[in-house]
């Protein structure tokens, strides 16, 4: 498969921007497109769409739980309101608003949770946000999609707008290499994407972690280990058949994400997996630890969730 | 309707108050009959709202944000005409659309899931934001608890409407000066709650929440009150219309037991009675 791109040659964009940029795009498509900020616009990239329409940006100030209820509210009013802030305080600090404001009524609401993960960096643990997975998860009907880069980014905010019913989108604040650019490229709700086919292990991977598992299936191979990649941007419905389909011909399964391995992607292939195809699976992401300040490449590779960091974890379990 | 229609409406939301949570078991009578009148009120002569179209674009919004008091909710709705009086009874009852909070999904004539206390107020900001944004006249009505105006969210979105000057949002206080754990300024007080909503740029009204004239006067003062919100302050008394729940926060959140519900019945019948004279 194709890969083996230089990871440094490939342009670098945080999903945020992708998010920002089609804001706007489907602003101008339709005029019940609304966007709710916490004062956190520029960061959260809703500024491009502030700027464009000024009248349907709404800043609620620092008051998250109000902002999901506002959101609510436009929804059930005809709205298409897309919330933002960071993950850490969409998903953390207003759970009980999304769930019983948002989930229970099952109104369209667009929640795009911006730096996600430890690759927030040098503000470290208390903004870094590797619980809003397993949080949002437990919502009842609640669509959650973790894009990979800028072009599925811009793929998965259009999706969503597409969709009916709440949605919650994790973007990331550090600029990632952008490789979903092939011509066939196609983004669906709840469909994984096979990335390289391998018949020794499965890697499912989500966020940023997936351009990070491609390379390190490159140095894999160079061990003789011929590893299949699956992007799994929609984490939850997980894509149960491409899960368990992959572990029944490879039948050892690994998980990577930049989130605790409780509650995430690795939980949701787990559940998946001892359903429908009972498979020895290890989970790569937070070991139910909090992160801390410093440079996101460093922290990505201290903790183990760069291709390196993978590579290594994978070489290891498999010994 | 006239005062007299007014009272003896009052009083049929009342009976189904009773009767319902009588047949659930369980429920918050307190907190519903203090609130009838403005229930009454609301449903039989301020909102805009359509029983045969309930979800009527331009119809006003009720937000019951003290979400537990849906026993008075629902037997307001059903007496103006959104679902069958004899329904009521079903109040809390598995596989009943009459849920121990409101489900606008399957209640017609909810227009918010509500029940976590707190979070109702938001969503009526966000339906009066809607309302501005489209240029359309309907008005949004909150009903929030005097103990529920201690969750931060409630200012959060107070500042909200002040901010952005909301005048077609009411925010009606019930002020039956209990909550479960007692009187809430012996819990954690939240008074004075007049100045409070003035300092978020609300203009305030306080009335006797029991008394038409007046409830008829604030919503009237609210409509022509411009470039702010308003908050209803509604003094009222807990249990009110049944002796021995009357400002007793025993009976916040409990059902009579057979006995207490005879009595109850007895002492609503005979207050319709004297409506009748």
């Known amino acids: 498969m194709p890969v083996s791109r230089n990871i440094n040659e490939l342009p670098k964009i945080a999903t945020r921007e992708g998010y920002g940029h089609t804001l706007v795009e489907l602003g101008k498509e339709d005029e019940n497109v609304v966007v709710l900020d916490a004062d956190l616009a520029a960061a959260t990239k809703t500024n491009m769409f502030m700027k464009a329409f000024p009248d349907r940006h709404i800043n609620c100030g620092i008051a998250e739980a109000n902002m999901a209820g506002i959101a609510a509210g ?31 009524p099952g109104l369209n609401v ?52 597409e969709y009916k019913g709440p949605v919650y989108m994790r973007f990331g604040r550090l600029a990632v290499p952008v490789f979903n650019d092939r011509e066939d490229y196609k983004f669906e ?36 280990i011929d590893a299949e990649v699956i992007n799994i941007h929609t984490i939850k419905p997980i894509d149960e058949e491409l899960v368990a389909s992959s572990a ?45 300040s410093g440079p996101a490449a460093e922290l990505l590779h201290k903790y183990g969730l760069d291709a390196e960091g993978i590579y290594h974890k994978i070489k290891d379990t498999l010994k | ?26 429920g918050h009578p307190g907190g519903s009959l203090s609130a009838a009148d403005l229930f009454t009120y609301l449903y039989f002569e301020e909102l805009n709202v359509d029983p045969e179209n309930p979800k009527m674009e331009n119809r006003d919004r009720f937000v019951l944000s003290k979400g537990h008091t849906a026993p008075g909710l629902y037997a307001a709705l059903a007496h103006r005409g959104f679902f069958p009086v004899e329904d009521l009874v079903t109040l809390r ?18 227009d918010m899931s509500t029940g976590s206390l707190g979070q109702g107020l938001s969503t009526a900001v966000g339906m009066a934001l809607a309302a501005k944004m489209d240029k359309k006249d309907y008005r949004v009505y909150a009903l929030c608890g005097d103990g529920e105006i201690q969750e931060g969210q409630i200012w959060e979105a107070a500042m909200f409407a002040g901010h ?54 604030a919503f009237k003062e609210a409509k022509e009150t411009k470039h702010m919100p308003t908050a209803i ?45």
């Open chain 2, 1 to 26: 309707m006239d005062r007299p229609e007014l009272k003896k409406m009052a009083h049929e939301v009342r009976k189904g108050i009773i009767t319902s949570i009588y047949s659930a078991k369980a």
């Open chain 1, 189 to 224: 709700l709840g469909k994984g994407i096979v990335l390289r086919e391998g018949k020794d292990i499965t890697i499912f991977a989500t966020g940023l972690c997936v351009v990070e598992s491609l390379y390190a299936a490159d140095m894999l191979a160079a061990d003789g």
């Open chain 2, 164 to 217: 952005r000057r909301l005048d077609n949002l009411v925010v009606i206080i019930d002020h039956n000066k209990l909550q479960i754990d007692g009187r809430v300024e012996d819990v954690c007080s939240p008074y004075p709650i007049d100045e409070k909503f003035k300092a978020f740029n609300f203009h305030t009204i306080t009335i006797d929440g029991h008394n038409f004239d007046e409830i008829d006067a």
């Open chain 1, 248 to 292: 029944a011909r490879t039948k050892r399964v690994f998980t990577v994400e930049e989130h605790s391995v409780i509650g995430g992607l690795g939980a949701a292939v787990c559940e998946t997996l001892s359903e429908k195809c009972p498979t020895k699976v290890t989970r790569i992401g937070m070991n139910d630890v909090f992160g801390e």
């Open chain 2, 93 to 110: 009852h598995t596989g009943s659309y009459l849920q121990g909070h409101p489900d606008m999904k399957c209640v017609p004539g909810v």
């Open chain 2, 233 to 277: 302050i509604a003094n009222t008394i807990k249990g009110k219309g049944i002796s021995f729940m009357e400002d007793a926060a025993e009976w916040h959140g409990k059902a009579p037991k057979e006995a207490e519900y005879l009595v109850a019945m007895e002492e609503l019948k005979k207050a319709g009675e004297a409506l009748c004279q």
């Open chain 1, 74 to 104: 436009l929804a059930a009013s005809g709205k298409v309101p897309f919330m933002s802030t960071f993950a850490m305080f969409v998903a953390g600090r207003a759970y009980e608003q999304i769930r019983s404001s948002i989930g229970y």
């Open chain 1, 110 to 161: 667009k929640i795009g949770a911006t730096h996600a993960g430890i690759s927030v960096g040098e503000d470290g643990a208390t903004h870094q946000c590797n619980e809003d997975i397993a949080l949002m998860r437990t919502i009842p009907g609640m669509m959650i999609i973790n894009p990979s880069d800028d072009i599925e980014a811009r793929a998965a905010v259009r999706a969503a707008y």
